[in-house]
């Protein structure tokens, strides 16, 4: 089968006995031992059948066999960070999801070593991931949409005996196939464009090697980071439309990031479909799309920005069918130290937009009434 009908197939077997062409939403938490056999089914925070059939159309659509799914994608992340043992060495992307900068310093407690590096620049990697144990590659960033030669990461941090993460929540599994470029885990926020329709969080670590695969399902039911079978429905639910979502809010995002490049109000505008974009060739390489997310500095007062558009939401999170805007030193990025913020190239004015499956014309004229100050 191709991506777009495993997408609607995989984990989608005829249920034995009623026919069920939708896997069953199985909310029990607990199973008969008797009514079982051979018995398989113990308790809810290790197994469930609706959990399973998602974790079978997951890793499917990366070409694995094996997903771990979770109840957030902090979950999965927390997940992937059981790999290391205290003492080792974590090196990641300087430029990673908020939240995974805080799970690192959690991670730093229980005597973690982690180490920032800029992994988008090649002459960076091979000091940086020497010596590491791990490393995480987010990649596009967020929210600079800095793309990283995942290939060229992975291909050094084996030589120095490393595993890869990538974070492939900003691509999803449509645009992006981390575990073909050499990775050894491909971890989403299957909030975003998975389920993509902003009604449930989930996470999944999917992977190739079967020894991984194990300490993810074992950490996830010590842990208790299971999710539970309406949500996990929820998210098999939206993954069907992947393709069709994805193929829409890329070409909304490019009609977008292509008005804002001839709006006077707004300027380095950062979109890897852009063939001004630093990290066009690289994504036009590694990707099959360049994403929906778009950042530029607007030449105005964000806040006014944020509250003058009316299709887009000004909210976090991103990749769901409608379209949202944020400035990240207000919103995404509070939390992170301004010098740090600066230094990293998110300064007071800059803009994100995710673009949603609308109408491009009327994502187009929300956006200039609110650009100039209409309203
Ligand atoms: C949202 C997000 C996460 C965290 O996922 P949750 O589902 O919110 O826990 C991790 N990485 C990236 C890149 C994200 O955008």
Known sequence: MRFDTKLVHSGQRPEPGTGDLVPPIHVATTYDRFSQDPPRWF??????????????????????????????????????????????????????????????AEAERYGIRVEYADLADPAEVRRAVAGADLVWVESPSNPLLKITDLAGVAAQAH???????VDNTFAGPALQQPLDLGADVSLHSTTKFVAGHADVLGGALICREEELHHRFAAHRT?????????????????????????ARQVENARALAEALVASPMAADVRYPGLESDPGHALAAAQMSGPGSVISFRYRGDPEKLLASTRLFACAVSL????????????????????????????????????????DAADLLEDLHNALEGRR
């Open 222 to 246: 010590v842990a208790g980071a299971a999710p539970g079978g309406l949500d996990c429905y929820l998210v098999h639910r939206g993954v069907k439309t992947l393709s069709l979502r994805v």
């Open 43 to 104: 308790y809810g925070r290790g197994e469930n059948p609706t959990r399973e059939a998602l974790e079978e159309c997951l890793a499917s659509l990366e070409d694995a066999p094996f997903c771990t799914v979770f109840s957030s994608g902090q979950a999965a992340a927390a997940a992937a960070l059981s790999l290391l043992s205290p003492g080792d060495r974590l090196v990641s992307s300087d430029d990673v999801y908020g939240g995974t900068y805080s799970l690192f």
């Open 159 to 165: 030589d120095c005996g490393a595993k890869v993460v």
């Open 319 to 358: 990749g769901g069918v409608r379209s949202l805007i944020e400035c990240p030193a207000l919103m995404t990025h509070r939390p992170v130290p301004r010098p740090v913020r600066l230094a990293a190239g998110i300064t007071d004015d800059l803009i994100r937009l995710s673009a949603g499956i609308e």
